[in-house]
C-alpha cells in the first residue's frame, strides 16, 4: 500500500495535466461516434410530463399499474419493450398484443381479445401483481422483488422460483436491465431508479463519468464466466459482477467520479485479493451520503492518488489494465452502500449497482 504525509490534500484540477502525462497517451485513443456512449438527454427526453407514454393507453397504463401496485413507469418501459406500443404485435414464438401474452397465458389472465390494447394492459396487471408475489418469498429488497418479477414475466416463474432469482439466461438478464433502463431514463421524472435508489439522495455535488469516454463492457449482477471455468469456481464474483466495467483498448483513463477521499490503494502482488482486484483503489465521496467508490485491474504502476489525499471530481486517478483477474484492458468500477468499510478488507458483499446511481446523476454510463 502507497502511502503519503499530509493527509487530506487536495489534488486539485490544476494536477490533471501533470498527471494525464504521467498515466497514458489516452489522447492519442479516439473511439469512434458509434463506440462512444450515448450523451444523456434527461429523464423522459421525448415525452414531457407524459413521459412518452401514448395518450390513449395512460389511463390503462395507471389503472394496471394500480392493479399490479408498481409505479406506472415500469408498466410502460414493460410494453415499450415488449411490443414498441404495438397492439396488433406478433413475435417469431406466438406471443401477442401490446403485452405479448403467448396464448396459454393469455387464457389464464385476459379477457377478450389480446390485441385489444385495454385487454392487454389490464390483462398486464393481474399478471404483473400474481408475478410479485409468486417471487415475494426470494427478496430481500423492493428493487428484488421488481427484478424477480420482471424474470418471471420473460422467462416463467418457475425458472425464478428455481434459481432461485433471476436465470442466467442472458435473454432475461438483458430484459431486466432494459426495464429498469427504460423505466429510470424514458418514463420517470425524477431518474430515481425502480423500487427507489438503494442509496437514496446522491447530494448535490457534481458528478462525472468514472472513465470518460469508455465503452461500457459488463454489467453488474449474473453473467457468464469471463475467464477460465476454474478461476470462476475460486471467484464466485466473476459470475455475480459486484460493480460495471469499462475499457477503451488499454488507453482509458479512471477519474474520480465525485470529490472523493482516498482511503486505501494497493497493488497486485500485495495481498491475496489485489491477486484478484490487481492494482486497485478505495475512496469514499466527500459530501452526503458518503458512498464508496472502487477502482479495480489498473495497470501496473499508473495509480497517481494515495490513501489521505482528497481529489476533485474528474481527477486522474489510474489507467485501465490487466492486473488480477483480467483478461482484457479495463477498469472495475463499483460503488459499495455507505458506511462500509474503508480499509483494504472485501466488500463485494456490499455494493450496489452503479448504473441507476450515474443515471440519476445525469451520466450515461
Known amino acids: 500500500m502507497d502511502k503519503q504525509g499530509g493527509a487530506g490534500t487536495w489534488i486539485g484540477l490544476g494536477l490533471i495535466g501533470v498527471l494525464l502525462l504521467v498515466l497514458v497517451p489516452v489522447l492519442l485513443f479516439t473511439a469512434s461516434q458509434e463506440e462512444r456512449p450515448a450523451v444523456f438527454t434527461g429523464c423522459l427526453p421525448a415525452g414531457g410530463d407524459e413521459g412518452g407514454i401514448p395518450a390513449q393507453y395512460r389511463p390503462a397504463v395507471e389503472d394496471a399499474a394500480r392493479e399490479a401496485g408498481l409505479p406506472v413507469a415500469l408498466i410502460a418501459a414493460q410494453i415499450k419493450a415488449e411490443s414498441d406500443w404495438n397492439p396488433q404485435a406478433v413475435s417469431p414464438a406466438g406471443a401477442q398484443g401490446l403485452a405479448q401474452f403467448m396464448p396459454e397465458t393469455w387464457a389464464a389472465y385476459g379477457i377478450g381479445d389480446p390485441f385489444d390494447p385495454q385487454a392487454s394492459i389490464a390483462a398486464q396487471g393481474r399478471y404483473m401483481k400474481e408475478l410479485l408475489e409468486a417471487v415475494s418469498s426470494l427478496a430481500t429488497t423492493e428493487k428484488e422483488r421488481i427484478d424477480f418479477a420482471l424474470a418471471a414475466y420473460n422467462a416463467g416463474p418457475t425458472a425464478v422460483l428455481n434459481t432461485p432469482g433471476i436465470p442466467p439466461i442472458p435473454e432475461t438478464q438483458e430484459y431486466v436491465q432494459r426495464i429498469n433502463r427504460l423505466a429510470q431514463l424514458d418514463y420517470s421524472v425524477d431518474c430515481v431508479p425502480l423500487g427507489g435508489s438503494e442509496i437514496g439522495d ?15 463492457t459488463s454489467r453488474f449482477g449474473p453473467r457468464a464466466c469471463p475467464v477460465s471455468l476454474s478461476l470462476c ?5 466473476l459470475l455475480n459482477h459486484r460493480g460495471i466495467d469499462f475499457g477503451m483498448g488499454g488507453a482509458g483513463i479512471a477519474v474520480a467520479p465525485a470529490d472523493m477521499r482516498i482511503t486505501f490503494t494497493q497493488r497486485e502482488h500485495e495481498s491475496s485479493l489485489g491477486a484478484a482486484y490487481g492494482d486497485w483503489i478505495r475512496g469514499v465521496q ?5 458512498v464508496i467508490f472502487e477502482f479495480h485491474h489498473c495497470a501496473a504502476g ?3 492518488v494515495h490513501p489521505g489525499d482528497t481529489v476533485a471530481v474528474g481527477t ?3 489507467r485501465e489494465g490487466v492486473t488480477g483477474n483480467s483478461s482484457a484492458p479495463h477498469i472495475h468500477f463499483q460503488i459499495n452502500k455507505p458506511g462500509t468499510a474503508l480499509d ?6 456490499h455494493a450496489v449497482d452503479p448504473y441507476p446511481l450515474l443515471l440519476q446523476k445525469g451520466i450515461t454510463p
Request: glycine share 14%.
Open 202 to 216: 446522491l447530494g448535490t455535488g457534481e458528478w462525472t463519468h468514472p472513465m470518460p469516454g469508455g465503452i461500457l
Open 233 to 237: 469456481m475460486i471467484y464466485p464474483d
Open 286 to 290: 466527500v459530501e452526503s451520503p458518503h
Open 302 to 304: 499508473t495509480i497517481a
Open 316 to 318: 486522474p486517478l489510474c
Open 344 to 349: 483494504g478488507s472485501y466488500q463485494a458483499n
